[in-house]
């Protein structure tokens, strides 16, 4: 089944006129459904009807163009009798139902690993979403794109270095997986294991040192499944058999060679030019109209985590230009992302994050031109393409506690030598969400406290999304009609909130029975990946395995008495807290036991009462000692809701719904 998912493709393109332009030669409209107005919310307005078309687009690229020349291997994928190399993509598109109630301006969400939909809006805004990453395994639900599979001159396969990580693994058969539970799309080159190396370790530090390293002899494994046969099993390039078995407390690491890489970097420029075909033109070449044609005066973008690398990406390679030299996206919003995404390299790994050999931190990620000097790459930053051809957006960047600890954010607030500042462009607004988890928490004003079951400390309820909601509603704004966005605010070693991840800098308080943050911070990794590789741009290729060559500093932000940090966009449960929200949180076992835990914030709650507090050593003041009734603490609320409206990081219904929330919830009750 993953080979044929993955397979190389021809897609056949029906084509009435011939140009050279690299484009979106065809849209096919599969199903189209009628989404009714949204019921009345107080204080917003109701959602007109709109309609969902959901479909294909078809598209191909000029291989020669310089503006597609930079995509990784393009040169060896195969092209059609016009000398130009075919995708095939889906797409969901929202419009409203009377085009005249459109807003003129259109919002692309970059979808997350091909989960995502395209949504209405009160403003009427147009929304589309696409299928950008290759490596997608198809569903019925999910958006998908097909590139081709690169071969050499010669039809022979390209192979090079891929590393398979495997943890929690019990039985005798393991599915070669790549980051985020997807199945290899790159087939072992050879089945001979004494080709590859298979290792075992008991932990492993931050920086990728294994204790109770076991190098396992390539006799007592497989390329193979042994589910339904003993060992050597049956022969199969998408497992591995070990004979002993896998144990579920260890961590092993395959390190091996593979064939046929997916030509990734396709996805830039699928979603460039399907872009640019629903703003700009009024068919296609089999003459099917475009459906919002002339219907977009603006256009922004979108996406959070790995949709926000994928952004600054996209911007660094210079895809916001199309092939006739237009704009594509006015505006540009990269949400919790601190990376570049690892997608135009051969064997990229586009689901991958910051674990041990995932990459995406080798290009600059910080958006004014900076000199890299302690990892020798001189001056530059993620604007620098279309800064050259007047192509550069307008950016809200948005982010919080989480990507400083887990996700090495300070590192594009700091540089790699985190002495000092780096300052923002004209064109860019900075938002930090201090002491919330990777995309913020649910909210609510509750002291219940949700366990979550693979770290250490609770759930971090502490949200994210209202103050988000409010910023882009200033960012359509300032696209549109030049309206200032509210004041940027993020934490600087100027200031004194940006400090080194140990207790004496961060001011963290003891609290007995509950982890320290130090030294937790995740590090920034440089890695020697040879010659082939072009680390300004993240693309070529690695002839070996990544190999580390040092660890970078990282910064985090100063806390109170109380472990919350000092600086930062603070919703009203953190200015009336409950507890310590942080951007951290632990793994409570296993052989990564003690690292951070994925993209987790965590929660201490505070005692509820004095006597409690005492009992317990706890430093930080109960609540009963901090609020004297609930009613006194639902003002609180009411009065913090009410400054964030009047700074413009809180739209009013959002307000009235948190102070409803806490007048409802248990505090002092």
Known sequence: MVKTAFAAIAVGVCCSVVTAEARVTRI????????????ATPGVTQTPPYERLSGKFYGELDPADPKNALITDIQFAPRNARGKVEYVGTFSLMKPLDLSRASGVLIYSVVNRGNGVASASPEGHISLVSGWQGDVVPS????????PRAR???????????????????????????????PSP??????????????????????????GLVKIAASDWAFATCEKTPFPGTPDPAHICLKNGFNPALLYELQYTVKDPLVLGIGFAATRDLNSFFRYEKKDDSGTANPVAAAVRWAISEGSSQSGTFLR????????????????????????????????????????????????????????????????????????RCRATNSCPKILETFGSSEIWTLRASFMLVGTDAKADIPIPDNVRRYYFAGVTHGGGRGGFSTAVTKNEDCELAVNPAPSAPMRAALMQSFVAWVTKGTPMPPSRYPTIADGVLVEDTIAAMGFPKIPGRPSPEHLVHPLLDYDLGPHFKYQD????????????????????????????????????????????????????????????????????????????????????????????????????????????????????????????????????
Request: aromatic share 6%; hydrophobic share 40%; net charge negative.
């Open 28 to 39: 096919e409209i599969l199903k189209t459904e009628q989404v009714d107005p949204s019921p």
């Open 186 to 211: 790159y087939p072992a080159a050879t089945l001979d294991t004494t080709k590859a190396a298979l290792v075992s370790a008991v932990s492993e530090s931050v920086t990728g040192v294994k204790s």
């Open 313 to 384: 990406a996209l911007i660094r390679l210079g895809f916001n230009q199309d092939e006739q030299g237009r704009l594509v996206w006015e505006g540009s919003n990269p949400n919790i992302a601190s990376r570049v995404l690892d997608m135009n390299r051969r064997f990229a790994l586009p689901g991958g994050a910051v674990d041990f050999y995932e990459l995406g931190t080798e290009a600059p990620v910080w958006w004014e031109d900076w000199n890299d000097a302690p990892r020798g790459r001189g001056t530059s930053g993620l604007l620098d």
């Open 538 to 669: 993240a693309s070529g290729f690695l002839a070996a395995a990544p190999k580390l060559k040092q660890s970078l500093p990282q910064r985090v932000v100063r806390v109170d008495a109380d472990g919350n940090e000092v600086f930062g966009i603070k919703s009203p449960l953190q200015q009336a807290p409950l507890g310590t929200y942080t951007g951290w949180n632990l793994i409570a076992s296993g052989p990564l036991k003690g690292h951070v835990c994925g993209n987790s914030g965590g929660f201490i709650p505070f005692a509820k009462t004095k006597a409690e507090r005492v009992a317990s050593g706890d430093p930080r003041p109960s609540l009963e000692e901090r609020y004297r009734s609930h009613d006194e603490y639902v003002e609180l609320v009411r009065k913090a809701a009410g400054k964030l409206v009047e700074e413009r990081y809180l739209q009013q219904h959002d307000a009235d719904a948190m102070v409803k929330q806490a007048a409802a919830g248990d505090v002092l009750r």
């Open 140 to 147: 019925a639900t999910n958006q998908t794109i097909q590139v």
């Open 152 to 182: 050499n001159q010669d039809g022979s396969s390209i192979t090079g270095p891929l590393v398979i990580r495997i943890l929690e693994q019990s039985g005798n058969t393991a599915a070669l997986i790549i980051p985020r539970a997807t």
